[in-house]
Every structure is written in structure tokens, then in C-alpha cells.
């Protein structure tokens, strides 16, 4: 995988709290890592489970012009 270089400002407090981490558990660059991947994966739109799909296709089905009498 290709590394770049990484420039950021951060809240000194929370630099230091990183800081302290990364003397216990490791690299200061694999943290760093670890925390945008967390954040990456925290933030996608989670995909609708199959059943969920269904069951709202089914309900629009039956519902449909209740939900648009509903909407206007």
C-alpha cells in the first residue's frame, strides 16, 4: 500500500493522550491509521439488510396511496 505523508493540527491535549498511547501499544503512525480507518468505517451509509428491503417493497405495495395521501 502507498504511504504519504500526513501534516494536521491538532488540540495539543489530544496530541499528548496519542502521544502517551502509541509509547504503550505501538507505532504513533499505526494509531494514527487505526483511527482514520475507525472514522472512515464509522461514517458510511450502512447498506439496508435484504429483509428490511422487503418487508418496506411489501408494505409500499399494500400502502402506497395511503403513504402518498399521507405526503401531500
Known sequence: MPQDNLAAQVDSELLIAVQTLAQREGQF???????LTDLIEKHKLP???????????AGHEKYGSVYKKLAE
Open 29 to 35: 503512525e499505526a494509531l494514527v491509521e487505526e483511527a
Open 47 to 57: 447498506e439496508p439488510r435484504p429483509h428490511v428491503t422487503a418487508s418496506y417493497l
